[in-house]
């Protein structure tokens, strides 16, 4: 393991700043505070990042950049599957569901047939690239953190030639 990227830091202001408005709801604040405490147990390694083939092009095909409400609910429906009570899993969906999509986080989410399997985290600056947040159901595309965690590379349009340190975060 390796010690926590400054980017970590960054994604965790950015998704606590999404609740931090003028009228708040309780349960996103409840959602924001388990959420914060639950990344204390995060570990983080580095990734070489070769592009490969290991992924299907239906892996690429079927993962979206979360870019509209919609998704944004699925991404935070998602989320809540790492909690295992319900009062827990709903405040963490409205925790995730006040986010307002902008830099420096992007949110991906994976489908099989249709339904939401996988999603992650995209946070970036020049030096570093954090892939965070994963959550992967059972499904045919997405086998493991370290291939979804490949795909969203992809997906997200890096390059190998960008001389950029990869990192994944993982429970």
């Not at 970590?8 to 996103?28: G, I, R």
């Not at 405040?91 to 994976?110: A, D, H, N």
Request: proline fraction near 5%.
């Amino acid at each position: 393991m390796i010690e926590i990227p400054r980017l970590v830091n960054e994604k965790n202001k950015w998704l606590s700043a999404q609740v931090d408005v003028e009228f708040p709801t309780a349960p996103s604040l409840k959602g924001k505070a388990l959420y914060l405490a639950s990344t204390g147990q995060s570990q983080y390694r580095e990734i070489d990042w070769v592009p490969d083939d290991t992924h299907s092009d239906q892996a690429l095909e079927n993962c979206y950049l979360v870019d509209f409400h919609r998704l944004t609910v699925m991404f935070a429906v998602l989320q809540a599957e790492k909690y295992k009570t319900q009062a827990d899993k709903d405040v963490i969906v409205e925790f995730f569901t006040q986010i307002m999509l902008s830099p420096p986080c992007q949110l991906y989410l994976g489908f099989d047939d249709g339904t939401p399997v996988a999603a992650g985290i995209i946070t970036r600056n020049d030096s570093e690239l954090l892939i965070s947040d994963i959550v992967i159901l059972p499904n045919q595309h997405y086998s493991d953190v370290d291939h979804f965690a490949r795909v969203l590379i992809k997906k997200a349009g890096f390059s190998a030639s960008e001389k950029i340190r990869c990192v994944i975060e993982s429970d």
